[in-house]
Structure formats: structure tokens, C-alpha cells
T-cell receptor, first 111, second 113 residues
Framework: GEDVEQSLFLSVREGDSSVINCTYT??????LYWYKQEPGAGLQLLTY?????DMKQDQRLTVLLNKKDKHLSLRIADTQTGDSAIYFC???????????FGSGTRLSIRP | NAGVTQTPKFQVLKTGQSMTLQCAQD?????MYWYRQDPGMGLRLIYY???????DKGEVPNGYNVSRLNKREFSLRLESAAPSQTSVYFC????????????FGPGTRLTVT
């Protein structure tokens, strides 16, 4: 069945760039998402990309999609302490009933 | 605009007790969801409601029931709680526009002893 894989942890120095990676298996994925979860809170949509795009940039966030390898990444430029959170990758074939989440990557920031 | 609200925020139950988790959204979304979040396992879909009056099972429905009371409210019931149901439960609603964006509530942390 469909699966979304992420590494569990990432540690970066404050001010550096963070790159969080994700791989998915469903070749019919139409939308790919990045959600952010801060401690004690629900998930919040950060950004999304359509499967016919290679890249999307939104301020400090850059999403790269390699559809051939089914690989999605989220780059956060100039990482700040407020970026500490769990980041979830998710994909959907364009159906409201079928949104698959990865297990989340916990990003921690070193001073 | 409160978005998605959930009650309670925390709950401790004994094995065999029952309870209902409440969820409401004020964004006029048609679709609503219940997920559970366990360490290292991400979000797993328990039940889904495409619209008022309809519900469908997700990946892990056993031990749960749901009610879509109206367009705003979607409740999750545990009839006989088990320790395996210790988890954080999230309700979400979906804006079925351009990109199927989900909006999440703050979660209910449930412990079953």
C-alpha cells in the first residue's frame, strides 16, 4: 500500500539551513504537503506542492520535488529557534478521503 | 473564527470505561477526520466523514465509533477503553478547494490505565 517515509530526527545549528527529506510510494500522488507541529499543538499546514511542479519557494521555505525518485524535501533557510518542531510530510492522490502522513521528523536547533 | 476545537484537552480513563471526544469546526468544511498520533508512527486515520450523515472507517477503526452530528461537529467514542488506546487524538477538517488542505485541532491526550 501507500507509504510515506521520513527520518525521525534532525539537528542543525541556528542560522544554518535545515533540509528535511521524505520519500513516498504512491505514483498517483497529486498533492504533497509539509505540516509543522509545535509542542502540545495540532498540525499546521506550512506549504504544499502540486505533482506537476519541481520547486516552490515561500519566504524561508523551499520545497523540492523529484517525481521520478518520489522524493520530496523541505529546506528552511536561516533556521531559528522558533523552527524547532516536528515536520510531517503527507501526500494525497487528490481525494479528501486519502491523505497519508509520514511519521514526522523532529527538528532541533543547536545554539 | 475558532477553527477546529476539541474537548477535553486531557483525560485519564480506567480500562473498560467509556468516553466521547468532542470536535467542532466553524469553517463550514464538509469533511472531518479523527486521527491518533503515537510516537514514531505519525498520524493514523481512525474515521473519516466526507459530509454530514456519512462516515467511513480509516486505517485503525477497531474499538472506536463516530457520530457526525451535524456539519460542525464530529465526535469519537471509546465504548470500552483499553491501554492500547493511550494516544493523542486529533480532529481535523478539510477545505476541499485547490489542494485539500487540512486544519487540525489542538489534540486530546488520553491515558488509559
Amino acid at each position: 500500500g501507500e507509504d510515506v517515509e521520513q527520518s525521525l530526527f534532525l539537528s542543525v545549528r541556528e542560522g544554518d539551513s535545515s533540509v528535511i527529506n521524505c520519500t513516498y510510494t504512491d505514483s498517483s500522488s497529486t498533492y504533497l504537503y509539509w505540516y509543522k507541529q509545535e509542542p502540545g499543538a495540532g498540525l499546521q499546514l506550512l506549504t504544499y506542492i502540486f505533482s506537476n511542479m519541481d520547486m516552490k519557494q515561500d519566504q524561508r521555505l523551499t520545497v523540492l520535488l523529484n517525481k521520478k525518485d518520489k522524493h520530496l524535501s523541505l529546506r528552511i533557510a536561516d533556521t531559528q529557534t522558533g523552527d524547532s518542531a516536528i515536520y510531517f510530510c503527507a501526500e494525497s492522490p487528490g481525494s479528501a478521503s486519502k491523505i497519508i502522513f509520514g511519521s514526522g521528523t523532529r527538528l532541533s536547533i543547536r545554539p | 473564527n475558532a477553527g477546529v476545537t476539541q474537548t477535553p484537552k486531557f483525560q485519564v480513563l480506567k480500562t473498560g470505561q467509556s468516553m466521547t471526544l468532542q470536535c467542532a469546526q466553524d469553517m463550514n468544511h464538509n469533511s472531518m477526520y479523527w486521527y491518533r498520533q503515537d510516537p514514531g508512527m505519525g498520524l493514523r486515520l481512525i474515521y473519516y466523514s466526507a459530509s454530514e450523515g456519512t462516515t467511513d472507517k480509516g486505517e485503525v477503526p477497531n474499538g472506536y465509533n463516530v457520530s457526525r452530528l451535524n456539519k460542525r461537529e464530529f465526535s469519537l467514542r471509546l465504548e470500552s477503553a483499553a491501554p492500547s488506546q493511550t494516544s493523542v487524538y486529533f480532529c481535523a477538517s478539510l477545505l476541499a478547494g485547490v489542494a485539500y488542505e487540512q486544519y487540525f485541532g489542538p489534540g486530546t491526550r488520553l491515558t488509559v490505565t
